[in-house]
């Protein structure tokens, strides 16, 4: 399968493993990595996440998990042909039976949104069946440092009972960016960021597209740094 090529790294695909796409792009470029020294990514499908975070922190160090074993060493070989490559770590594990006595500033995921169903397609990756809601807020709550962030982008109409399940696990949201596919369209994705400490909230809206095909200015600016664009 085609690779995609960024401006410092490069991303190995797999027709069995989930593909570069718009959410993990939007939440490697926008996630609050700035003050974090430890990173876990739960979910790393390619390591597309991971990469970018690594790319715009120099100083954090990164653990991936995922429970897709395809998905590992892909990451691992991603990660590996990488300028970041001494910073990142990845693990073939379920994150419901992740222990460890670390915590984390920062746990990024773009998690599993759809409901169960007899399709096949992504069913790993892009269905509830091994990590739910519930379970990925729980165990995130237990690993997020004092003033660790908590961020994952999921489809809007989830998003309040994700934002409930996080107040039942005292996860306080601090930061909700509305992503729209287009301008007047209808929101069609969520980041949020929750912490264990309350703190000032902040909400915008972001715009993907300008017009069919093609990239807001917000967008084109906030990935410069990332996609290789063909003038």
């Known amino acids: ?14 027709k069995n493993v989930f593909r570069v796409g718009t959410d993990g792009v939007l939440l490697g470029a926008l996630a609050n990595v700035n003050n974090a020294s430890k990173v876990l990514e739960v979910g790393t ?67 599993p949104y759809f409901e169960a169903s007899d399709s096949d397609k992504d069913k790993i990756a892009r269905q509830t069946v091994e990590l739910n809601f519930s379970e990925l807020i729980s165990k995130s709550s237990k690993l997020l440092s004092e003033d660790g962030i908590f961020s994952v982008i999921i489809p809007a109409e989830p998003g309040n009972d994700f934002v409930e399940i996080c107040e039942e696990n005292r996860l306080f949201l601090i930061r909700k960016i509305n992503i729209k596919g287009i301008e007047n369209s209808k929101i069609k994705r969520v980041i949020l960021e929750f912490s264990l400490t309350q703190d000032i909230f902040a909400e915008s809206e972001f715009i993907i597209e300008k017009s069919p095909r093609q990239y807001s200015d917000p967008y084109l600016e906030l990935t410069k740094e990332f996609h290789v664009f063909k003038g």
């Open 45 to 111: 499908g390619t390591g597309l996440i991971s990469l970018m975070l690594a790319q715009r922190n120099s100083n954090a160090e990164f653990l991936g998990i995922d429970i897709n074993e395809e998905a590992v060493n892909l990451t691992q070989l991603n990660f590996e042909n990488s300028p970041f490559k001494a910073r990142l770590k990845n693990i073939h594990q379920d994150y419901k039976n992740f222990e460890t006595e670390e915590k984390f500033d920062l746990i990024a995921s773009n998690p």
């Open 1 to 14: 399968m085609k690779s995609f090529k960024f401006k410092q790294f490069e991303i190995r695909q797999s």
